[in-house]
Structure formats: C-alpha cells, structure tokens
C-alpha cells in the first residue's frame, strides 16, 4: 500500500512537474506516446556554422524539447551529417526563408534544416518541433517555406505606468520602473513564444504616446528588452508622439516643415540608433481622437511622415503611419480614412508604410474591409488587426479570431481585376513594394496565463501564424494549437476545434449581426448599449450614428443614395455592396438602411430575421458549454475550471446583448419577437 502512494506521489509529481496554469502556451512539449516516441529515436543534432546566439538558442531549445517528448538525449555534433541526424545548416544561396529535408545518407538519411541565416534556422526548428508536438509523420519531409510579409509585428498599447489600453490580461509585461537594472525573464519567454509563429517585430509602446519613450532614459530600458529579443529576432520598435520637439526637446513648434524641428527628429534617430543600433522604426499615430499631428501646422500626414522617414533613413529605420483618421463633424466616419490618404498616394518617402485598420470604422466583430487596401496603389499599406478583444468581449469570452482575420485578408478588392485580395495588395505580389508588413494589436499581458482568457492565446498563435502565412486554413491553425496547447486526443481536439471555428461568429450574431455596428457602452466597450445618447458628446462615438433605427427600419444607408461609401470600392463590389439584392447579407445593415418588414434571402422579414440571429448567438454558446463540459477528462482541471467559468459568463452576458439590443430595437419595429425566440429575461429599463 505504502509503494503504491509511493508510486503514485512519484507519477503525479511527474505529471505536475509543470502546473498547467497557461504559462507555458503552446511550447508545452508533452511526452510523445512510445510508439512515435521509438520512431525519433537516435536521432543526432548538428549543428554547422552557426555559433551565434541564436545558434546557442537552437540547440538548447531543440535539445530540452526532444528530450521532453522523447526521453531521449541528443549529442551535438559538428563533424558528420549521419544516419537519423538532425542537421541545422547555414545555405547562403538558399531562396527560401528555410528548408526542411528528409536527405539520404549512407544506410538511412537524416533530417536537414537549411536557411540563409540563423534566424531562419529557428523558425526551421520551432516548424519541426511543431510536427512533433502535433504528431505528424516526419519520415519524409519537403518543406519549402517563405514569409508572405517581410515585417511581422504585435503592437503594445502599454502605458509608462504599466498599464495597458484595452489589455484584459493584467498589467504590462515591460517594468519600465525596474529596468534597465532588473530584467524579467518573462522578457525572454515572450520572444521564444514569438518566434515560434514567426513574429518578428514588437512596438513596445501605445500609438497614444507618451513624449517620454523617446527620452534618453527610455531609450536605456528598451535597449535591454532589445538585448533579450534579439537572438530571437525580434525587434523593437516605438510609437512617437508628434509633439516630441515640442513637448521633449523644447522647441516652439512641432511643424514638420520647420527646420529646427527636422534637425531634432535626425538627431533624435542617431542618438537611439547609438543605443539600439537595430531598432525597426516608429508607429505613429497623428491628428487622430486628440493626438497632435502635422494638420495641426497646415501640413499633410504626408509631410509628417517624411520628416520623421528621412531622419530614420540613415539607419534603414521605418516609419509606420497610422491611417486610423476620423473627425467628429463627418457624415460617414467609415469614409474618412480613404479620403484623407487617397490624395496623398505616391507622396510618401520609400520607407514609409501606410498602417490600416482590417475595416473602416474600428475593429468590430464584422466589418467590410477599409477601401484603402487596392486603392492605394503607389504607397505601401499594412493591415492592423487587434488581437487583443475590445469589442469581441475582452477576455472574458472565447472568439478565436482566425476566421475574421482571414475574411479580411482573402476578400477581393478587384483593384487588379478578379483575385487582388487584401493580402495579395499588401505583400507585395500585386504592387511592387519595399516593405511588406502586418500588425496585430498584443492581448498580452502578466497574466500567468499571458492572455486572461486560455483560449485568447489562440488568437496572439493564428495571427503570427496568419503573418507568416495567410493561405493557412483557420481550421488548421485550430487544430495546431489544440494539440500543443491542450491535448492531441482526437476526442478533445475535434470538438473543441469546432467551438472555435463557430465561435467568432457567434459573437457577431448575438452583437451585432447582419452588419451592425458599434453598439457598444460607453468608453468600455463590453456590453451592449444601443440606446446611449450623451448630450452634447460627439455623434460619431453614439450608437443611433451606426444603427439609425426608425420607425421605417435599420442601417446605415451608405449606398449612392446614402453617404456613397460604396463608391470607394472597385467595380463589381461598389455595386455589389449597392445593391439591397446582391449586397451579402452579412454585410446588409452596413450599406443599407432596411425596412422592417424586408424579406431576406431566407423568406423571413428584417426583423424577424434579427432576432433569430441574436438568438442563433445565444444558443451558441450554449452549445459551447455543453462541448466544454465533455472534455474534463482530457485535460488539466485548473484550465478546465477556468474555461468552464468563462463560457458560463459568455453565455450570460451573451443573453444581456440579445435581450437588450431587441428590446430596444423593438421600440422601432414594434414588432413581435417570434415565438422561436427565448423570450427576455431582462427589462430594457432595467438594462439602461
Ligand atoms: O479602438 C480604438 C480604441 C482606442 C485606441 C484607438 C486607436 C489606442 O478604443 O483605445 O487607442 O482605437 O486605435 O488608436
């Protein structure tokens, strides 16, 4: 008896050598079952010419986690490319980022990572760890990988104070007060989980900038982080104020035409490249919700940016200008950004790249995508999507964005004709361009588990992944990150991979379906609040701006007899998207403003319609509770507690946004909610 609890002490101690508490993500490398785990076995690794540190990085990596999912122990070896070896090859004239190659040798063969540098060799071992980890066949590989963008980078909204704007995982990772004398190994953890998925860039701090992360003082810290995420290959950028020579350097004025200003800024670019002699460049966001800019001297976004690209040019640094413009007075904010920058395409300088939210208006659970991407032709554009979830609720609720990110990403602007998607206008296939890029905005934080939400750090996972690769189904993301993260039993992984397949849409559904928008509370932008009205407050931050419910019916008329918003699509979407027939219904409520008893596709009236979607929402993640609740003997039940907690709040607050956005809705349509439909458990006075 007493060797048994022995036995068993020993085996739980084993299990939990590592608490499942998130921290480790996707990089858990789990034991392998026996049968493949003999299938790796004897396997040398090799390492030629790379001594670097990132060599260093490889080795001890690819070592701890062969040994995790095998038991066994490698050698390295410099001398031979032997049997069953595992080999990491510098190829300077190899044309892809890497390769990963089943090649002969005497009595067997070997496995070889090959790539031009050793950044790329990483990548090579993260993709073969992944092929572990996820229990692929391995025998004969011929893997050929290249980035689609050259320029893959999560954006902090982090704070001087550690705070984070829309950051629902605790507080920022960077200790701006501790550094540069103390350094958080989470800063290390944080570049390996970055580029396992490819990401290669971080802008450290929020496009609302404080002067400040420019000073010399600051410049120090990031040199440290910098330090850290170098081997790793990552590297930092800043958002800059536009005010800096103003507001830091003392000047009388930050007007980008003035000459003692352009001097600061080229100052300002040597003096950070003397401290961090590979920093990317600057975010910038200007002239947008109260930020300063260079209108605010008379001069354009263009002349703003040019300043700031010539002081960086020197030391091959970018500027990445912010196309989020909106003013409190427009008609249609979803044109605004188009109508600012078209006038202004081929003024920038080369190393300028125009940085574009995925839709017009601001990250909603649906949206068209923003005109710009195809339109633009003569400057590079960017796209930024938001990883972190402002308005797809925080991370209290589970929405793996893979799916919105690649709706974005494959639809077709016809800028070129049929086939110019999004992607393909922004990686340099379709319009030759210098820089390629992508941006997500971090869900990170210093949450044990990085993202408050265990299932919100598939999001952070698609979007390196979707950055490196957009062709990539969502499906087989999903299905990547299930296994290395939770479990590879299929009896886990099919289910649950559904639930996120299913889930983004369930939140636009019990949201705001059919092509609304923006019907969110006031400044948190959590729950519902499609009634707000704030005397006085600008229109274009109310609910009644983007719904327009009246007695005839609801949406934003944005067809040529509206705002003409269309207009800024290429033909045959403009009069696609303007016509009530042929515009797709997931979009409706978007271009048009749509009686109450429309008859949809599906026979049902608009309103009718409405509110089987807010209830399809709803049963949804009924539906998500019910998958969840089955998986508790595949997995841990610390993550198993917490998701289960989750998806109840989800579900409950999911009830609030139908109950609230129908009940007032009703007010217009005064029509009934069909009896198919939960009927509310709240008051609309109760929920105002
Ligand atoms: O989505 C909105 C947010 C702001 C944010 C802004 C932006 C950083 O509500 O918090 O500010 O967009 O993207 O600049």
């Not at 396997?43 to 990596?61: D, M």
């Not at 600051?218 to 104020?241: D, T």
């Not at 574009?356 to 339109?375: H, I, M, Y």
């Not at 579900?651 to 509310?680: G, H, N």
């Amino acid at each position: 008896m007493r060797n048994i609890l022995f036995v068993f002490a020993f085996l739980s101690l084993a299990i939990h050598l590592f608490a499942e508490d998130g921290s480790r993500l996707w990089l858990r490398y789990e034991p392998l079952p026996e049968n493949i785990a003999t299938h790796y076995s004897g396997k040398i690794l090799y390492i030629s010419s790379v001594n670097s540190e990132t060599g260093k990085i490889i080795e001890k990596e690819f070592k701890e986690a062969f040994q995790a999912m095998t038991g066994k122990n490698l050698h390295s070896a410099k001398m031979d490319r032997g049997k069953n070896s595992i080999c990491f090859e510098i190829n300077k004239k190899l044309p892809e980022k890497y390769t990963i190659q089943t090649k002969p040798v005497k009595n067997g063969n070997y496995i070889s990572i090959e790539s031009a540098d050793d950044k790329g060799l990483l990548y090579g071992m993260f993709h073969l760890l992944r092929l572990m980890q996820t229990q692929e066949d391995i025998s004969n590989l011929n893997i050929r990988e290249t980035p689609s963008y050259n320029r893959r980078i999560l954006n902090h909204w982090d704070n001087i104070d550690g705070s984070i704007e829309r950051g629902y995982a605790g507080a920022s990772l960077w200790d701006w007060n501790d550094l540069p004398g103390t350094i958080s190994p989470r800063y290390t953890e944080y570049a390996r989980a970055n580029a396992s998925i490819g990401i290669n860039g971080s802008v450290l701090n929020n496009v609302n900038a404080n002067p400040k992360f420019i000073s010399k003082e600051y410049l120090l810290k990031a040199a440290e982080i910098a330090k850290i995420f170098r081997p790793w290959g990552i590297q930092v950028y800043l958002s800059v104020n536009f005010s800096s020579p103003a507001e830091l350097g003392g000047l009388p004025t930050s007007d980008p035409l003035d000459p003692a200003v352009r001097q600061w800024w080229k100052d300002k670019a040597k003096e950070i490249y003397s401290i961090l002699p590979d920093f990317g460049g600057f975010l910038v966001k200007a002239n947008s919700e109260g930020l300063p800019g260079p209108q605010d001297f008379g001069r354009t976004h263009a002349d703003g940016a040019n300043m700031l690209a010539e002081a960086l040019e020197p030391y091959n640094g970018i500027v990445m200008w912010r196309a989020f413009v909106y003013n409190a007075t427009s008609p249609d904010r979803a044109k605004q950004a188009y109508e600012e920058f078209m006038p202004l395409d081929g003024q920038f300088h080369k190393n300028v790249i125009i940085q574009v939210k995925n839709g017009p208006v601001d990250f909603q659970p649906r949206e068209p995508f923003t005109p710009l991407f195809g339109a633009m032709q003569k400057t590079p554009l960017m796209v930024e999507f938001q990883i972190t979830q402002e308005y797809l609720g925080f991370s209290k609720q589970l929405a793996y964005l893979a799916p919105l990110y690649k709706e974005c990403l494959q639809s077709d602007t016809y800028a070129k004709g049929k086939g110019s998607t999004v992607a393909k206008c922004t990686d340099g296939s379709i319009f030759p361009q210098a820089i390629t890029a992508i941006a997500g905005v971090a869900n990170t934080g210093n949450d044990t588990n990085w993202t408050g939400h265990h299932f919100a750090q598939s999001n952070w996972y698609c979007f390196g992944r979707l950055a490196w690769n957009p062709d990539l189904t969502s499906e087989q993301i999903a299905n990547e990150w299930i296994k290395m993260t939770f479990t590879n039993e299929p009896a886990f992984v099919e289910p649950v991979r559904q639930m996120m397949l299913d889930s983004r849409e369930a939140v636009v559904n019990y949201m705001m379906p059919l092509g609304l928008a923006h019907l969110f509370a006031w400044e948190h932008h959590y729950g519902p609040q499609p009634w707000l009205a704030i005397p006085g407050a600008r229109p274009d931050w109310m609910p009644s701006y983007y719904h327009k419910a009246d007695a005839e019916g609801l949406g934003f008329n944005r067809t040529t007899t509206g705002s003409n918003a269309v207009s800024q699509y290429f033909p045959p979407l403009r009069d696609r998207y303007n016509s009530i027939e042929t515009c797709p219904e997931n979009l409706l409520l978007w271009f048009h403003h749509v009686p109450w008893n429309y008859r949809m596709q599906d026979g049902n009236t608009l309103w009718d319609e409405l509110c089987y979607k807010y209830q399809a929402g709803v049963t949804s993640t009924r539906q998500f509770q019910n998958i969840w609740d089955k998986t508790a003997s595949y997995i841990d039940k610390k993550r198993f507690d917490e998701v289960q907690y989750k998806l109840k709040v989800q579900t409950r607050d999911a009830i609030k946004w139908k109950d609230a956005c129908l009940l007032y809705f009703q007010t217009f349509s005064r029509q009934a909610i069909p009896d198919a439909v939960e009927r509310p458990v709240y008051d609309l006075e109760e929920l105002k």
